[in-house]
């Protein structure tokens, strides 16, 4: 299922583990909590086919303000 199961970055094992991915789209954020899989040495994360499709329409969904299923979570600021 999952293309690689050695890190492609440092060659070490990886682990299917549930993440926090911060999805941002215009001026839009969202956080959303995956499965990937998460190399035990570098921290490189990998997506399936099907989570890296999920990114890409909740990112279009947040550049044209097309977040009437989304749950609010607080604010979001920039830091500069
Ligand atoms: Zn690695």
Redesign the pocket.
């Known amino acids: 299922m999952m293309p690689f199961e050695k890190?492609p970055?440092?060659g070490?094992e990886m682990i299917e583990k549930e993440v926090e991915k911060l999805l941002r789209g215009g001026n839009n954020t969202a956080v959303l909590k995956v499965h990937a899989e998460v190399?035990l040495?570098?921290g490189?994360r990998l997506y399936s086919q099907e989570t890296v499709r999920k990114f890409e329409e909740i990112r279009a969904k947040l550049e044209h303000q097309d977040t009437a299923g989304f749950q609010p979570l607080g604010k979001s600021f920039q830091v500069v």
């Open positions: 890190c970055v440092c070490s190399c040495r570098c490189e």
